[in-house]
């Protein structure tokens, strides 16, 4: 036979180990690996220290990058380690797959997107998700997709063989997991078995329906085999088990013409980019990935102890989260596993026993402490990386030459940052991760307990996803860096937005992100917005916004001066057109016309601005003593005049006095409470008038109407602070005089002694 077949299992590393030895004593002039032939130029950076897997081949329409599909690649992959032997003898390597370009061709994908980890597009070697990677299929590192294919509806469409022949193979061994019958005959024992799994595939194939997606690689691979035979005597091909019993057998060149008829090439793009074991995992719904890629790593890695040496790395883990931990315990640990092995007839203690071992003795039990060890170890948070001088987008060449410069390395698992935006160095860390959200990469994703543009201090959690290189890729059509990207990106956004709101939304993104020369079209599309939209409550929700933007421009070190006058004038209009907007309204307009006003009214003191807070308390003055207002709205008014000066307390008491009376009905009473206290419910602790006049209407109200009001009361007293409702309680049940402040004796020489401390604190003179 002119070439030695080497059926594997993608990412096994029993496989990677066995292709390496027959490799070594094969010595073949030339090696064929399944993948995508379009990738043969990047096979060179193999040799280039700084590509160091998890890795993988990234392949895209030039045209529509977001048809793409990834080939992922792990040190322990037997495709890697054949191209990592290939190149280091010199002996020339190539990819021999159906063409990435044939299948984005193909009318199950003309008008698709293949995004990354869902269920691989073509054939994965079964048609259930998990065993897909134990024969060898398709998918994985040298198989067809990789993910899945989502058209424009919504719907996956994918092709699956319709057996696991890993599956079929375990059951006949006696195995009810295939997992483990793989590991205890390929993967523990790390011996060549190809003539014997390509001979097992061949039986499975005979009996078992075939995949269509298949049939066409198989056969382009057959086109491929004729064309290298011609030069090669001496043939290595590594493909997955299932595709040997195809490729051995002898066929027709007209039958593999027919079956390649008709198929049209794309023009695509490839490049290497890192992956993640994360990715690798087949719980993360890659068809060709692994239950545990972090433990095949240990696996191919480790020469000997492998149990005792993977049971100090749990260790080390639960020591890092606290968890006493000793050398017994792994000791302890390392026994049961053995004996667990013994007991059930394993070559070796597998990830099955010392799971159960860890569990058992250095966990406690504790389901936690398993799942800790679990993601750290068992899947790993390994991230690969590629050189700087790898082909790719000037943006995302752009991005890794910021993410030097300030210090952000990507990483696949999760970390917090706190960024201080008093430092530069964190500014700027700051405007990179709100520019690149605008580009859909969401390496970062903002911590709302920390984050807000009014403090100094922000709080993000990264997490880098393989992924995000197909978004930078999409990305570059708006510019060749990060800035200009975000800029050309918010620029569009603007000119086609639809409503005020969304114009309003992107002046805040310009000040987050630094975004300069995006200000002046974003300021023309929000005053014409403004100027086209008649509707007051829109005016209204976009005040909140500007007047952070205008607050705290300084913070971000941002020029906002011309926004001060769209705010100003937006402002005006608000002022101008509330009267009519708040008269005659039903329960559900008057709640969403309130928060409104208390949006606007935030912002005007975030101004700080005395001439436009008079402008805005006048306009309040003009319509809180309306007969047709809403009780919500009168309340609600009545109460921030209140707070501002405008109302003495005697009026407040009298304009709460008459919706309290008996002839008004209870409902109407219970909105203008609702509408008064929705600020806290502190000023029914410190007025004795007040709570006696709502305790004694409350005490009036007919039981036939009390149901009514109830509902209303709840949501309005629930809102309050604990502490507010117990004093609320407390002065009630034991009258004013139980907590009067008169009461309690003031040491004014004592309260003096802080005064000068605090008005350093308030940077105001003693």
């Known amino acids: 036979m002119p070439e030695q077949y080497y059926g594997i299992r993608h990412h096994g590393p029993g496989s990677a180990r066995a292709v390496v030895s027959s490799l070594d004593r094969q010595r073949p002039s030339i090696v064929l690996i399944e993948g995508p032939p379009e990738a043969d130029d990047l096979v060179r950076w193999v040799a280039d220290a700084g590509l160091e897997p998890p890795v993988a081949l990234l392949g895209y329409a030039t045209d529509d990058p977001r048809r793409s599909a990834f080939w992922p690649f792990a040190v322990f992959s037997p495709e890697w380690q054949a191209l990592r032997w290939a190149v280091a003898a010199g002996v020339p390597v190539r990819f021999f797959d159906l063409p990435f370009s044939y299948r984005l061709s193909s009318t199950a994908v003309t008008s698709a997107r293949v995004t990354c980890g869902q269920p691989p597009f073509s054939s994965v070697g079964s048609a259930t998700l998990l065993p897909t990677h134990k024969g060898g299929g398709g998918g994985g590192a040298a198989g067809a997709f990789q993910d899945q294919v989502d058209d424009q509806s919504g719907a996956a469409e994918r092709s699956v063989r319709?057996?696991?022949?890993?599956?079929?193979?375990?059951?006949?061994?006696?195995?009810?997991?295939?997992?483990?019958?793989?590991?205890?005959?390929?993967?523990?024992?790390?011996?060549?078995?190809?003539?014997?799994?390509?001979?097992?595939?061949?039986?499975?194939?005979?009996?078992?329906?075939e995949d269509p997606e298949d049939l066409v690689r198989e056969a382009y691979m057959r086109t491929v085999l004729r064309e290298v035979r011609r030069e090669h005597d001496d043939i290595a091909v590594i493909c997955g088990a299932w595709h040997v019993p195809a490729l051995s057998r002898k066929v027709t060149i007209k039958d593999d013409q027919a079956l390649l008829k008709g198929r049209r090439k794309s023009k695509v793009t490839f490049t290497w980019v890192p992956w993640t074991y994360g990715r690798l995992s087949s719980w993360s719904g890659y068809g060709a990935g692994v239950r545990s890629p972090g433990w095949y790593h240990h696996l191919f890695s480790t020469a000997s102890d492998v149990v005792p040496r993977w049971l100090v790395d749990a260790a080390g883990v639960l020591r890092a989260e606290g968890v006493p931990t000793s050398s017994s315990h792994v000791i302890e640990a390392t026994r049961l596993a053995e004996a667990l092995a013994s007991l059930r007839g394993r070559p070796l203690a597998g990830l099955a026993?010392?799971?159960?071992?860890?569990?058992?003795?250095?966990?406690?039990g504790e389901r936690l402490r398993v799942e800790l060890i679990d993601r750290k170890l068992v899947v790993?948070?390994?991230?690969?990386?590629?050189?700087?001088?790898?082909?790719?987008?000037?943006?995302?060449?752009?991005?890794?030459?910021?993410?030097?410069?300030?210090?952000?390395?990507?990483?696949?698992?999760?970390?917090?940052?706190?960024?201080?935006?008093?430092?530069?160095?964190?500014?700027?860390?700051?405007?990179?991760?709100h520019r690149l959200r605008l580009l859909d990469v969401p390496w970062g994703q903002a911590q709302g307990g920390r984050q807000g543009t009014g403090t100094f201090r922000e709080g993000w959690r990264l997490q880098w996803q393989p992924e995000f290189a197909v978004s930078l890729v999409e990305g570059s059509m708006w510019g060749t860096t990060v800035a200009a990207a975000a800029t050309a990106r918010v620029t569009d956004r603007a000119r086609s937005a639809a409503s005020l709101a969304d114009v309003t939304e992107l002046v805040e993104v310009c000040l987050l992100g630094d975004l300069k020369e995006a200000y002046p079209p974003v300021l023309t599309a929000l005053d014409a917005r403004a100027a086209e939209d008649a509707d007051v409550t829109h005016l209204m929700a976009a005040l909140p916004a500007l007047a952070r933007t205008v607050r705290y421009g300084d913070v971000r070190r941002s020029d906002v001066s011309g926004l001060t006058t769209v705010t100003t004038s937006l402002l005006g209009r608000v002022c101008a057109g509330l009267p009519a907007a708040a008269g005659s309204l039903s329960d559900d307009a008057a709640k969403d016309l309130r928060k409104h006003i208390d949006g606007v009214h935030a912002a005007i003191a975030l101004l700080d601005s005395p001439p436009e807070r008079e402008r805005w308390l006048t306009a309040l003055e003009s319509v809180a003593g309306r007969n047709d207002l809403h009780g919500l709205l009168a309340g609600r008014l009545t109460r921030l005049l209140m707070d501002a000066g405008r109302i003495p307390p005697s009026e407040v008491r009298l304009r709460l006095r008459l919706p309290l009376t008996v002839g008004t009905p209870p409902a109407q009473a219970a909105a203008f409470v609702e509408g008064f206290l929705s600020g806290g419910?502190?000023?029914?602790?410190?007025?004795?008038?007040?709570?006696?006049?709502?305790?004694?209407?409350l005490a009036d109200i007919e039981d036939s109407s009390f149901d009514q009001v109830l509902p209303l009361l709840r949501r309005t007293f629930g809102a309050f602070a604990t502490g507010e409702r117990r004093a609320i309680a407390d002065r009630i049940a034991n009258g004013p005089s139980a907590s009067s402040a008169a009461e309690v004796p003031l040491d004014h020489d004592r309260a003096a002694r802080v005064l000068p401390t605090l008005a350093a604190l308030l940077g105001a003179r003693p």
């Not at 026993?353 to 406690?364: F, G």
């Not at 210090?407 to 700051?430: G, T, V």
């Open 162 to 209: 319709p057996v696991d022949p890993i599956g079929e193979l375990a059951a006949a061994a006696g195995y009810d997991d295939p997992e483990r019958w793989w590991e205890d005959v390929v993967e523990h024992r790390g011996m060549p078995a190809f003539e014997a799994v390509a001979e097992a595939m061949g039986a499975i194939r005979e009996v078992s329906p």
């Open 380 to 433: 790993g948070e390994r991230l690969g990386s590629v050189p700087e001088e790898m082909p790719a987008v000037p943006l995302a060449k752009d991005l890794a030459a910021q993410q030097r410069g300030l210090r952000l390395k990507p990483e696949a698992q999760q970390r917090m940052l706190d960024l201080d935006l008093r430092r530069d160095i964190d500014l700027n860390r700051s405007r990179l991760l």
């Open 681 to 697: 419910g502190l000023l029914l602790v410190h007025d004795d008038q007040l709570l006696e006049l709502l305790d004694d209407w």
């Open 353 to 364: 026993e010392v799971t159960e071992a860890a569990e058992a003795v250095m966990c406690d």
